[in-house]
């Protein structure tokens, strides 16, 4: 069993930066695909960012240029750098990872607002 623990959610201005970290604990072995996902009120959860086989990355169009994924995985972690963030950027951010089957973290709540 995996478990999943994001933080560094919050409220920020519009143009502002967060970083979110999650990290996993649990029956984990290799090198794995993480990443993030985010779900708006009243929208269908949709992809933010993936990163597999430690660099292969993947990001939502609405994103690229703006956001960027890491991962330590000595920590078992995975990291989004947002920056230029702006309101329709507001969602609950959900960390991802795929170990035999799809383990999601309780989310964290992103608000971009002035």
């Known amino acids: 069993q995996v478990q999943l623990v994001e933080s560094g959610g919050g409220l920020v201005l519009p143009g502002g930066s967060l970083r979110l970290s999650c990290a996993a604990s649990?029956?984990?072995?290799?090198?794995?695909?993480m990443g993030w996902f985010r779900q708006a009120p009243g929208k269908q959860r949709e992809l933010v960012a993936t990163?597999?086989?430690?660099?292969?990355?993947n990001y939502g169009d609405s994103v690229k240029g703006r956001f960027t994924i890491s991962r330590d995985n000595g920590k078992n972690s995975v990291y989004l750098q947002m920056n230029s963030l702006k309101p329709e950027d507001t969602a609950v951010y959900y960390c991802?990872?795929?170990?035999?089957?799809?383990?999601w973290g309780q989310g964290t709540q992103v608000t971009v607002s002035s």
């Open positions: 649990g029956s984990i072995f290799g090198i794995y695909p």
């Open positions: 991802w990872l795929v170990e035999r089957k799809v383990y």
């Open positions: 990163v597999a086989g430690g660099v292969i990355t």
